[in-house]
C-alpha cells in the first residue's frame, strides 16, 4: 500500500527523469502498480483512512512520485457532494497531449504537489482544453477532451512524466501577473 514515506520529494533526482513508456501487455508490476496509484488516491480522499496513515488529499499521482519512472498517471478528481460518484475515476497509460486550445487557463488558488513539502505561491499557468490519447489497463487506444478544472489536473501529473513541477510554470519574477486572456478558474 503506498503512504506518504512511498512519495519521493522535490530534490529527488527520477522527479526531474522523463519517464519510459509502458509497453502492452502490461507486466504484473505495472498492473499492481497503477492499482496502488488509484487506491492511494482513494485512500487519500477517505478522511478516517487519511487521518489515520497521515495522507495528503491527491486528486492525481504520476508513477515518477514512487519512484517508477515510468509513465502512468492516477486520477481521481470526487464529485461534488458526498455520496456523488467521483466526476473523473481512471488510469492513464502513456498519456500524451496531441492537441490543446490556444487560451491559457490557472487555478486562482495555484497549485500544491505532494512531492513539494512547501507552498509555492502563483499562477500556474496551463492550456485551458486539451485532447489526451493513453492506453487503458487493457491497452486499448483512448481519446478525451478535458477542459476547466480537469484539464489542469491532467496537465499537471503529464508534467511529471516530463520531468516538470507545477511551479516550473510560474512566472518567478510576478508569480500573480500573467496576462488579461488567460482565465483564472475559481
Ligand atoms: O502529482 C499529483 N500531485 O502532486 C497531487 C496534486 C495534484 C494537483 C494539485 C493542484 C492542481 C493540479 C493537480
Ligand atoms: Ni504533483
Known amino acids: 500500500m503506498i503512504t506518504m ?13 522523463v519517464a519510459d513508456e509502458v509497453s502492452f501487455p502490461l ?4 498492473k499492481k502498480v497503477a492499482e496502488e496509484m488509484m487506491q492511494f488516491l482513494r485512500n487519500s480522499q477517505d478522511e478516517k483512512i487519511a487521518e489515520e496513515l497521515d495522507l495528503r488529499a491527491g486528486v492525481g499521482l504520476a508513477a ?6 515510468k509513465r502512468i498517471i492516477a486520477l481521481l478528481i470526487p464529485g ?6 467521483p466526476e473523473l ?3 492513464m497509460f502513456n498519456p500524451k ?40 489497463e487493457k491497452g486499448n487506444s483512448c481519446k478525451a477532451r478535458y477542459k476547466g478544472y480537469h484539464a489542469i489536473v491532467v496537465q499537471h501529473e503529464i508534467d511529471h512524466l516530463n520531468g516538470i513541477m507545477f511551479y516550473d510554470h510560474i512566472n518567478a519574477e510576478s508569480p500573480f501577473s500573467v ?7 475559481e
Not at 64 to 69: A, N
Not at 100 to 128: N, Q
Open 5 to 17: 514515506d512511498d512519495i519521493i520529494r522535490e530534490g529527488h533526482p527520477t522527479l526531474r527523469r
Open 27 to 30: 507486466s504484473d508490476a505495472d
Open 64 to 69: 515518477p512520485q514512487i519512484d517508477v519512472s
Open 80 to 85: 461534488e457532494y458526498e455520496d456523488d460518484p
Open 89 to 91: 475515476e481512471k488510469v
Open 97 to 136: 497531449i496531441i492537441s490543446h486550445a490556444i487560451e491559457s487557463a490557472c487555478l486562482k488558488g495555484g497549485e500544491g504537489c505532494l512531492s513539494v513539502d512547501r507552498e509555492v505561491p502563483g499562477f500556474v499557468v496551463r492550456h485551458s482544453r486539451i485532447t489526451v490519447t493513453f492506453q487503458d
Open 179 to 185: 496576462d488579461d486572456d488567460v482565465i483564472i478558474i
